[in-house]
T-cell receptor, first 115, second 112 residues
């Protein structure tokens, strides 16, 4: 049963601490997306990788957020230092994008609370 | 104006009702239209997609696109309590970057 996995599922941390979220995309998928979801803003794209190369991170606050794909089975999103306004659900999604394929498969999300 | 607009609801209907969920979009170049369903505390999952204009049916679900009005709809027939979820429309950017532009999502509750 192929699915995207994310760890941790929940994270509570204090302001100023570093937070690292991990994602394992579906095996064989060539694109990985990081999203943040809040009630007010909905789903916001933070970063996007294709074949492990970063294509777009324009939605990400550069001073505190960073995203990497050290290998094809792992994507990471790091926040340093974390702030209360970072509290949200962070989703990773993967897809196999060819000529006409836009489908994205989402993980269960990491619910982050920064106090 | 946002590129994709969706009424967040919430929408509450009795079991068995026909539900209509809608999005409007601004870019006439958009060609591909998707509906995702998100259960509480879960990630979104693809429900249906359509290309260009017309209807597409899958069981109790029908996706409809009206490109002249820049309006997309998702109809649910004989709604069930298990349909209670948030429904998000998503439209691929009219470029090569494959990013999806998302509606805010409409929260639906189907009451037994």
């Amino acid at each position: 049963d192929a699915r995207v996995t994310q760890t941790p599922r929940h994270k509570v941390t204090e302001m100023g601490q570093e937070v690292t979220m991990r994602c394992q995309p579906i095996l064989g998928h060539n694109t990985v997306f990081w999203y943040r979801q809040t009630m007010m803003q909905g789903l916001e794209l933070l970063a996007y990788f294709r074949n492990r190369a970063p294509l777009d991170d324009s939605g990400m606050p550069k001073d505190r957020f960073s995203a990497e794909m050290p290998d094809a089975t792992l994507a990471t999103l790091k926040i340093q230092p974390s702030e209360p306004r970072d509290s949200a659900v962070y989703f990773c999604a993967s897809g196999l994008q060819g000529v006409v394929s836009y489908e994205q498969y989402f993980g269960p999300g990491t619910r982050l609370t920064v106090t | 104006q946002k590129e994709v607009e969706q009424d967040p609801g919430p929408l509450s209907v009795p079991e068995g009702a026909i539900v209509s969920l809608n999005c409007t979009y601004s870019n006439s170049a958009f060609q591909y239209f998707m509906w995702y369903r998100q259960y509480s505390r879960k990630g979104p999952e693809l429900l249906m997609y359509t290309y260009s204009s017309g209807n597409k049916e899958d069981g109790r679900f029908t996706a409809q696109v009206d490109k002249s009005s820049k309006y997309i709809s998702l109809f649910i027939r004989d709604s069930q309590p298990s349909d209670s979820a948030t429904y998000l429309c998503a439209i691929p950017n009219a470029g090569n970057n494959r990013k999806l532009i998302w509606g805010l999502g409409t929260s639906l509750a189907v009451n037994p």
